[in-house]
């Protein structure tokens, strides 16, 4: 159509190096910016769907909530920075992202967030992680002021097959977490069990999302096991709290 | 004159969709919607016209032995600032169209039109040709996702039109329109309408310029 088009004539080495590597600095430089302008406020709408996560966990019917009441809500639980180990309080703290299976010798302590409401313990919400199909789940588990009853479950991040791993998502199956017991009259983790025949322990998988969902049941299981020193000094501390969890050889509260 | 034509014309005659058959990947994976598909459509157009400005500009100083891997170069660095806005500010869409927005480095349609036009136009020709394509792309996402979602789920934009029977209404909604299947037979029958309309286009079928592009 008109002059020459690129490639048409031959060209000298330096020459195209240095237009090379000018378009190269060009483009390296532009992404930079919108990256370092961008993310920012990617952490602060990240922020807000972590605390969403646990706030709907502590509370369903605010899943749909607008920002301002996620975080008014989120501000109102108690957030503490507990050790894994022995369920001590390290600090307070306010907006930590660390999972449990993070937690080492070094860095022990998980965030827990509590509703206490005149004294007494209303709820409990635990981060879990573990692993999914092709990813980790991160998911928020809140347990009743007796700490032996599921409040709720909610999926804060993972990254299964979308349509089929992701309805692990869909608020009908997580339903029906609410009100299942966690232990036997034993004291014997039961919640999820493949066999549970009692409805009170029973969680149905997904069909055509066995993986995905026996994987998030799994992990609320073995936090179960992950959270007993947790879950024993709430007890001790708030007594009001009707049963405890079976206690484990080692560690018999004081 | 022919900055109009350059404008009109992929958007029905030259449509980079169902005449040239690029970008079919995407369009059949982010169809399922309105909303999504809505986002892809302008992130696909908003890749497009930077593209083909940014490579027209470059016409005459780049380097025909090394060209290819430029415009990917810049293709692929348009894309990563578009997919970190999308993050930013509509982060529930963003994860809806998961790898797709990145993707777009790998349409055809935005290297097709970089090495068949913007490298032989002007700038104001090339953000014509982009704008056509974009929309002429534009056009074809958004008809099949349209259909899509009406007869998949019963309503557009998840407002919903038809009362489905799970809803308690009188709706019995295809669930085949909700798996990526239903979007090749959509595209299949949007490709044998247009073709059919403009019958031209069979006889003419080796369109010089845009053919041979996948």
């Given amino acids: 159509m008109n002059m020459p088009v690129a490639g048409s004539q031959p060209e000298s080495l330096p020459k195209t190096l240095a237009i090379?590597?000018?378009?190269?600095?060009?483009?390296?430089?532009?992404?930079?910016?919108?990256?370092?302008?961008?993310?920012?406020?990617?952490?602060?709408?990240?922020?807000?769907?972590?605390?969403?996560?646990i706030v709907a966990a502590s509370n369903p019917a605010l899943a749909e909530a607008g920002d301002s009441a996620i975080v008014t809500a989120y501000l109102a639980l108690q957030r503490h920075l507990v050790d894994l180990r022995t369920g001590a309080d390290i600090d307070d703290v306010d907006t930590v992202e660390r999972w449990p299976s993070e937690a080492d010798a070094s860095r022990p302590g998980v965030p827990v967030y509590l509703r206490v409401r005149d004294?007494?313990?209303?709820?409990?919400?635990?981060?879990?992680?573990?692993?999914g199909m092709w990813s980790t789940l991160y998911a928020y588990l809140?347990?009743?002021?007796?700490?032996?009853?599921?409040?709720?479950?909610?999926?804060?991040?993972?990254?299964?097959?979308?349509?089929?791993?992701?309805?692990?998502?869909?608020?009908?199956?997580?339903?029906?977490?609410?009100?299942?017991?966690?232990?036997?009259?034993?004291?014997?983790?039961?919640?999820?069990?493949?066999?549970?025949?009692?409805?009170?322990f029973y969680i149905d998988t997904i069909t055509g999302a066995t993986v995905t969902s026996s994987a998030a049941i799994r992990m609320v299981r073995a936090s179960l096991d992950t959270y007993q020193p947790i879950l024993q000094s709430?007890?001790?501390?708030?007594?009001?709290?009707?049963?405890?969890?079976?206690?484990?050889?080692?560690?018999?509260?004081? | 004159m022919t900055l109009r034509r350059h404008l009109l014309d992929p958007i029905l005659h030259e449509n980079p969709v169902t005449v040239q058959i690029l970008g079919l990947c995407?369009?059949?994976?982010?169809?399922?919607?309105?909303?999504?598909?809505?986002?892809?459509?302008?992130?696909?157009?908003?890749?497009?016209?930077?593209?083909?400005?940014?490579i027209s500009l470059l016409r005459h100083v780049l380097p025909g032995s090394v060209r290819l891997i430029l415009e990917m170069t810049i293709i692929a660095s348009g894309v990563i600032v578009v997919d970190e806005v999308l993050k930013?500010?509509?982060?529930?869409?963003?994860e809806t169209?998961?790898?797709?927005?990145?993707?777009?480095?790998?349409?055809?349609?935005?290297?097709?039109?970089?090495?068949?036009?913007?490298?032989?136009?002007?700038?104001?020709?090339?953000?014509?040709d982009a704008v056509g394509n974009g929309i002429g792309y534009s056009l074809i996402l958004l008809t099949v996702a349209a259909i899509r979602e009406l007869v998949g789920t019963g309503s557009l934009f998840g407002v919903t039109l038809l009362p489905t029977l799970d809803a308690g209404g009188w709706y019995r909604p295809n669930h085949l329109m909700l798996y990526a299947p239903s979007?090749?037979?959509?595209?299949?029958?949007?490709?044998?309408?247009?073709?059919?309309?403009?019958?031209?286009h069979v006889a003419t079928a080796s369109t010089p310029v845009t053919r041979g592009q996948r």
């Fill in chain 1, 20 to 53: 090379t590597v000018l378009i190269a600095a060009c483009c390296a430089t532009m992404v930079t910016a919108a990256v370092l302008t961008l993310r920012p406020m990617q952490a602060a709408y990240a922020a807000i769907e972590r605390n969403r996560a």
């Fill in chain 1, 119 to 131: 004294g007494k313990l209303d709820c409990v919400v635990l981060p879990l992680d573990g692993k």
């Fill in chain 1, 142 to 200: 809140a347990l009743e002021g007796d700490l032996a009853t599921v409040r709720a479950l909610s999926i804060y991040r993972h990254e299964e097959t979308p349509g089929i791993g992701d309805r692990i998502q869909d608020p009908a199956w997580l339903a029906q977490w609410h009100g299942r017991r966690l232990y036997d009259s034993e004291g014997n983790v039961r919640l999820g069990e493949a066999d549970a025949v009692d409805a009170d």
């Fill in chain 1, 234 to 254: 709430l007890a001790t501390r708030f007594p009001t709290s009707r049963s405890t969890p079976k206690e484990t050889a080692g560690a018999t509260p004081p």
């Fill in chain 2, 26 to 54: 995407s369009a059949l994976a982010v169809s399922r919607t309105l909303e999504p598909a809505l986002i892809m459509a302008a992130a696909v157009t908003a890749v497009l016209v930077y593209s083909n400005l940014v």
């Fill in chain 2, 88 to 94: 930013t500010y509509a982060p529930a869409i963003a």
């Fill in chain 2, 97 to 128: 169209l998961t790898v797709f927005v990145g993707l777009i480095i790998t349409n055809c349609i935005v290297l097709g039109r970089a090495e068949s036009f913007a490298l032989r136009n002007g700038p104001l020709h090339s953000i014509a």
């Fill in chain 2, 183 to 200: 979007a090749f037979f959509l595209i299949g029958f949007l490709i044998w309408g247009l073709r059919a309309l403009a019958a031209r």
